[in-house]
């Protein structure tokens, strides 16, 4: 896929740049909790604003059903202003034409929630007019909300010259490198609590990837269907079928599924009960798998060491609560190492992914890690991307 970036738009000062950035950050009452998605929009924003282009940022804030004073975007406007390191201003829908004609070259301003109106999710001829009214060039930089077809997303990059932002650009760039033309042996480490969460995942990955390492709740799904006995553990034994057919199918693709043969069990789901480390043969019927064990993570680890580039959805275990978070840290340490060793190209995604690897301290050792939730994991399970597919030459 080949789109335009910054690097194409030359001499924009005095052009009003329309920018659709990821400002739904989480709050902690007015606090801006977790400013990650700030920070990812800084060097689109201060780039434009420093070639002397007018700013205009466009997001959304939470689900509301029209104009709700509670979730306004100016109350994101400083923070990013902190994070930015410079003056951003506010433009609210009632002043919006007069508002955006008073900025001068190098100005940003956040322009009021898109959906506040009704027909921002519908992706409405009329709301993308309305926004395209504002601007003379549009930028898309939220991959994260680049699977909704919206009038932000997507509709405006119809009506204005469109651009990837450099958010957006470092994220398709790794994406490719990851699934769409890696450097093989490719391996994908899927987890998670359900396999019916990521059923189209796991069944894109093993026609695309050589090692499939399944972890967390799922995997003790697929031993069940295999015929283990899993005893209190998370299990949907209704998708046994479905199980066998995606260990059928990677048989046929030659992709080698990685269970896990020996897991860490508790009867009681809590910090730091009473565990054993078993064989997966040998789980109580009042016991319950909460993580993978020591030997198939050094196992799963000998077989990093072999590919080339890897993809990571999910945990190994109940990572939020020790000790069942080991096999999780172990695997992303061992992934970051042979990262930083220029062994492997290390791509991950998901907010439990994220919490996961930043839990295990090496988040920034990895070769990409994207902020993205719903947007990442359609891309894993090969769906197109609305916002992605408008931005194509």
């Known amino acids: ?11 924009i000062r005095g052009k009003r740049v329309l920018v659709r950035e990821d400002l739904n950050v989480p709050m902690d009452g007015t606090k801006v909790s977790d400013d990650t998605r700030l920070r990812a929009a800084a060097p689109t924003l201060s780039e434009l604003a420093d070639k002397g282009a007018i700013v205009l940022v466009l997001a959304h804030f939470g689900r509301p059903k029209g104009p709700t004073p509670e979730l306004s975007l100016a ?21 919006d034409k007069e508002a955006v004609a008073a900025l001068q070259p190098g100005d940003i301003a956040v322009l009021e929630n898109t959906r506040f109106f009704g027909g921002e999710e519908k992706n409405d001829p009329a709301v993308v007019q309305r926004f395209a009214a504002l601007g003379d060039i549009y930028v898309n930089d ?50 998670g609590a359900k396999v019916s969460t990521k059923l189209d995942v796991l069944k894109e990955m093993v026609s695309k990837v050589d090692h499939l390492i399944i972890g967390g709740g799922m995997a003790n799904t697929f031993l069940a269907a295999r015929g283990v006995n899993v005893g209190k553990s998370l299990c949907e034994h209704d998708l046994t079928p479905t199980a066998l057919e995606i260990l059928d199918a990677a048989d046929k693709a030659n992709c080698i599924v990685h269970l896990p043969y020996d897991v860490v069990v508790a009867t009681e789901f809590r910090a730091n009960p009473p565990v054993r480390t078993v064989n997966v043969h040998e789980v109580a019927a009042d016991e319950m ?52 060793a220029g062994q492997l190209v290390s791509v991950a995604g998901g907010g439990d992914t994220v919490a996961a690897l930043n839990h295990a301290g090496v988040a920034g050792e990895f070769s990409f890690v994207s902020t993205a939730g719903g947007a990442f994991l359609e891309w894993m399970e090969g769906k197109e991307l609305p916002g992605v597919k408008a931005l194509e030459r």
Not at 174 to 180: N, T
Request: proline share 5%; aromatic share 6%.
């Open 142 to 191: 939220a991959f994260s909300a680049a699977h909704r077809a919206h009038a932000s997303t997507e509709g405006l990059a119809h009506v204005l010259p469109a651009y990837a932002g450099r958010s957006m650009e470092a994220e398709l760039v790794a994406l490719d490198k990851a699934l769409g033309n890696p450097e093989h042996p490719v391996a994908a480490v899927v987890g």
């Open 1 to 11: 896929m080949t789109f335009k970036t910054l690097d194409d738009l030359g001499d």
């Open 75 to 95: 109350q994101i406007v400083q923070p990013l202003a902190d994070v930015l390191g410079r003056e951003v201003r506010y433009v609210d829908w009632e002043g």
């Open 289 to 340: 798998i909460l993580d993978v064990g020591p030997a198939a993570v050094e196992a799963l680890g000998d077989a990093l060491k072999v590919c080339k580039t890897l993809v990571w959805n999910g945990p190994m275990g109940a990572f939020e609560i020790e000790p069942f978070d080991a096999a999780t840290v172990a695997l992303a340490k061992t992934a970051a190492a042979l990262t930083t």
